[in-house]
Every structure is written in C-alpha cells, then in structure tokens.
T-cell receptor
Framework: DGGITQSPKYLFRKEGQNVTLSCEQNLNHDAMYWYRQDPGQGLRLIYYSQIVNDFQKGDIAEGYSVSREKKESFPLTVTSAQKNPTAFYLC??????????????FGDGTRLSIL | AQKVTQAQTEISVVEKEDVTLDCVYETRDTTYYLFWYKQPPSGELVFLIRRNSFDEQNEISGRYSWNFQKSTSSFNFTITASQVVDSAVYFCALMAGGGADGLTFGKGTHLIIQP
C-alpha cells in the first residue's frame, strides 16, 4: 500500500548528540514537509521541499537540517543546537506542492525525547 | 501571514450528542484552502475534508458536516450523534499563498466522547 513511513517510532537523544529521523514515501509526491508538535499545540512547520535537491526553511528551522537527495526520502536531522528537541515529529507529503488544493498525507510520527 | 484559531481547547460530551468544533482563520490571500484533520491517540493525522475559498457550499459526509462562512472567516465542523470512536484531537488548517509553505494549523480541539 502507498503511504509515508517514519522511523523510528520512538527516539532518545543524549546531550550534544545529533539524531536523524527518517521519512520515506512511495506516493510519488513531489512535496514533502516536516512538522513539530508540542503537547497542547498545533503543528509547526520546520522544513519543506517541493522538489529534489531543493528545500526551504519553515517557521522553526533553527537547530534542524534536512536533505532531499531522492524524491521519496526527506530525512530530518535534529542537531545539538536544538535546545528543546523533545516533541512529536510528523512528516507529510502532497501531490502538488504549489497548488495548495491537495491534502497532505502524514506519517505516523516519531516521538523524540531527551535522555 | 496566516493564522488559525481553535478557541475550544477541550470539549467533552456524552455519546449521541451533537458537537460543533469551531475554526476561525485569517489570511490576506483571496485563494486559499481549508482542511480538517483528525488525530487519534495513536498520533497519525487523518485527512477529513478540504475546502477552497471559492466554494462556500456546506458539505455533509455521514455524521460529519462542515459549515464554511467567508463573511465570518469560519470553517466549523459538526459531528452528529457522536460516538466514542470520535474521541480525538481535531485540527483545522489553512493553506494560502499558493501552498508553497505548507499548512498553518490551529492548536487543535481535544474532543472527548463519554459513553
């Protein structure tokens, strides 16, 4: 079945450590997104990519980095510069990133915690 | 800039009652899209509906209905004859400006349906 796969489901980070969250989609979607969700809050956009080898900062990009080397993959690295990384991270994709009329499909999320 | 406000943080009703979730949005764009997503306890986001700014027709899908009113910048969601399985966090979201920069989410409404 087509969909978005995020891994791992749970992740723990030590102080000063970088960690990478995986996001893979087999929907052949052009655009991919990373959101962060904090308890009692809505989702906030971290980074997005409309096409391979191109990505843009969202509202809260500081302390994060991404790459888009393949259409189906959009990994997110939480760097040591991100001082409050504990959150639920959701990856999304959409068929056409510029028309705005297609719903975003979401993965099941990765819950990141600090040790 | 876009903004979505879901003033109801939490709503609790008894099963079979009708319940309305409010959503008010702000945007300067004339073309935009509104979405509702459901987030069950498992965490994934489930797409419910998409509405564009030129279509003010209300929509009904089974027990779900949506009331879009541009005059009040509102896109409210009603569940008729609620069921325990409807318990979840519901997010209203806005995409404007061509959709390039992802969705702007409200903070969500936690709906609790008591048996």
């Amino acid at each position: 079945d087509g969909g978005i796969t995020q891994s791992p489901k749970y992740l723990f980070r030590k102080e000063g450590q970088n960690v990478t969250l995986s996001c893979e989609q087999n929907l052949n979607h052009d655009a991919m997104y990373w959101y962060r969700q904090d308890p009692g809050q809505g989702l906030r956009l971290i980074y997005y990519s409309q096409i391979v080898n191109d990505f843009q900062k969202g509202d809260i990009a500081e302390g994060y980095s991404v790459s888009r080397e393949k259409k189906e993959s959009f990994p997110l690295t939480v760097t040591s510069a991100q001082k409050n990384p504990t959150a639920f991270y959701l990856c999304a994709s959409t068929e056409t990133g510029i028309l705005g009329d297609q719903p975003q499909h979401f993965g099941d999320g990765t819950r990141l915690s600090i040790l | 800039a876009q903004k979505v406000t879901q003033a109801q943080t939490e709503i609790s009703v008894v099963e079979k009652e009708d319940v309305t979730l409010d959503c008010v949005y702000e945007t300067r764009d004339t073309t935009y899209y509104l979405f509702w997503y459901k987030q069950p306890p498992s965490g994934e986001l489930v797409f419910l509906i998409r509405r564009n700014s030129f279509d003010e027709q209300n929509e009904i899908s089974g027990r779900y209905s949506w009331n879009f009113q541009k005059s009040t910048s509102s896109f409210n969601f009603t569940i008729t004859a609620s069921q325990v399985v409807d318990s979840a966090v519901y997010f209203c979201a806005l995409m404007a400006g061509g959709g390039a920069d992802g969705l702007t989410f409200g903070k969500g409404t936690h709906l609790i349906i008591q048996p």
